[in-house]
């Protein structure tokens, strides 16, 4: 069981706009930066957003993140077949350590 | 840039314990500002931290496992190790070492993101 709650599945045609959400708790998200990570096929998780709604250099513009309460969500705009993967969110929580949602995974029709 | 490789078997028996190595090249784990950290991730599943170390030493794992569970480092290496004791089945994974950048403001420091992460190495557990 996840310490943060995601949708198994999305998804979407190329050039649609497509949210993911993830919720937690105060202990987590309530008081601690958001993060996703973006898990292609066979490969490790990459960092795609962090605190909340930063990309690291290299991620395109199309993705973003925001945080409201114990929730939080990635969006994906202009959508493009090479983001067909699976997308974790993560947050600190201050009991357990490093919480992660259970994976959206995300297919581009 | 940093980058992290992990090596140990690929097969331990029941009741054994696992044994994994993370080697970090491109920068010292002695230069500090990071937790060196595993994570797994069972077959067709999500993530699960398992715990932390500084280049210090000092330790955070997750409750869930802590028990089970000792992180190592070697600074004089520039790797650092988990330890799984008691393994079962349900301990099969692919296993990840990743960077955490420690952020320190204000008098208190926090943990931040995960990266980079290694390639990943599965474990399986079975006699």
């Known amino acids: 069981q996840s310490v943060l709650t995601q949708p198994p599945s999305a998804s979407g045609t190329p050039g649609q706009r497509v949210t993911i959400s993830c919720s937690g708790s105060?202990?987590?998200?309530?008081?601690?930066?958001v993060y996703w990570y973006q898990q292609l096929p066979g490969t490790a998780p990459k960092l795609l957003i962090y605190r909340n709604n930063q990309r690291p250099s290299g991620v395109p513009d199309r993705f973003s993140g925001s945080k409201s309460g114990t929730s939080a969500s990635l969006a994906i705009s202009g959508l493009r077949s090479e983001d067909e993967a699976d997308y974790y969110c993560a947050a600190w929580d201050d009991s357990l350590g490093a919480g992660f949602g259970g994976g959206t995974k995300l297919t581009v029709l | 840039q940093v980058q992290l490789q992990e090596s140990g078997p690929g097969l331990v028996k029941p009741s054994q314990t696992l044994s994994l190595t993370c080697t970090v090249s491109?920068?010292?784990?002695?230069?500090?500002?990071?937790?060196w950290s595993w994570i797994r991730q069972h077959p067709g599943k999500g993530l699960e931290w398992i715990g932390y170390?500084?280049?210090?030493?000092?330790?955070y794992y997750n409750p869930s496992l802590k028990s089970r569970v000792t992180i190592s480092v070697d600074t004089s290496k520039n790797q650092f190790s988990l330890k799984l004791s008691s393994v079962t089945a349900a301990d099969t994974a692919v296993y990840y070492c990743?960077?955490?950048?420690?952020?320190?403001?204000?008098?208190?420091?926090?943990?931040?993101?995960?990266?980079?992460w290694g390639q990943g190495t599965l474990v399986t557990v079975s006699s």
């Open positions: 105060s202990s987590n998200i309530g008081s601690n930066y």
């Open positions: 170390i500084y280049y210090s030493g000092s330790t």
């Open positions: 491109g920068g010292s784990i002695s230069s500090g500002g990071y937790y």
């Open positions: 990743a960077r955490v950048l420690v952020n320190c403001s204000g008098g208190s420091c926090y943990s931040d993101w995960f990266d980079p």
